[in-house]
């Protein structure tokens, strides 16, 4: 099984694994043979890859965060607080009902503390905010969970995760889902969505005063150039802070209107250059422990020529997978396929992700 971009989708091409909408809800299972009919309708959601089958990548299968039904619900529950709260003007939740799925996803995670984020969650465009803050809140529960936090405090995170852009329904539709960069006027109104939700949130009842500081805070830098409040150091909440790595990872690797979605390669190497300077040192690595660099299924090309392939990623081993090579240093089939675990080789690294042209070459000589 391998990831691979829809655009370059083949009729024939076997599903690898089921595919879901933004919302949890299921697109094509697993296992349907691809006709152009569906790889049109995939073209139109803005969903950017897929797995496929493919004979030469058996047996790696990956580890889902979030089980499907879980993720759906959650998803549906943002959906109706966010749209309801827009159309009252007021925030409108069920306590109970928000804490429980925070708690629902704090026993997953700490059911399997081994779990790796295998990037990319798929997801359409128009519901990218319903599926963001729920990917917000479970990468920052797993970043709690790795920073010792008790289940009072992972509470604390997870439902201000999952408010975080709350604000937004004060936001203008033709900014908040504008195809193109914003105008700087636009952005100065964009970025009051951190004060619409601070102010949203601190007068509920039933929230804490940390959820508002989430909410506040999110888009805040440890040096201080962030916004709305251009607060540094200490005076940047931790809490808010591990909301705002999560953030701006799953917003990097999203395909949006106006960007494709950056390689998650590439947007873990952005995040781990923001230590000390747009946040405390200790959360980008707490944050980057859960995160693989190179995606199960991925092909990789290492420094001694030889291509692999992803088989899974240790905890804690971001940049040195498990990898199955495939291809010898002169990129010839190799007849016994052999497994080996980067953080135990020493001097071996991947050098590049292979694209899906280099891939092709390859299979057609294996």
Known sequence: MREIKVSLLQPGMVVGDTVY???????????????????QRLLKTGIPMISVEDDTLTEIDVDETISAETRTAAIQQVKNILLQTKESGKLVIDPSALYGTVGGFTDSLLGNKSLMVNLVDLRTQDDYTFAHSVNVCVLSLMTG???GY??????????????????????PETILNKPAGLTPD???????HTIYGFELIIQSKDLANEHALIALQHHESYDG?????????????????????ADKFDALTANRIYRKAYPPHEAYEMCAATGNYLFKDPIVKAFLHNIAAYPTGTLVELNNNQVGVVVNTPKGFSRFPKIRVLF???HRPLPLQKEISLKDEIGLSVVRVLGESDIQKLLQSY
């Open 150 to 171: 008790s289940r009072e405090h992972l509470q604390l995170l997870g439902v201000g995760a999952l408010l975080h852009d709350l604000g937004k329904v004060k936001i």
């Open 186 to 192: 636009e952005y100065v109104i964009m970025q009051k």
């Open 145 to 147: 969970i790795t920073l």
């Open 225 to 245: 150039t962030g916004y709305p409040l251009g607060v540094s150091g200490k005076n940047f909440h931790e809490l808010a802070q591990i909301v705002a790595i």
């Open 328 to 330: 010898d240093h002169h």
């Open 21 to 39: 909408s933004s919302m949890g809800e299921v697109f094509l299972k697993k296992g349907v043979v691809l006709t152009n009919r569906y790889i």
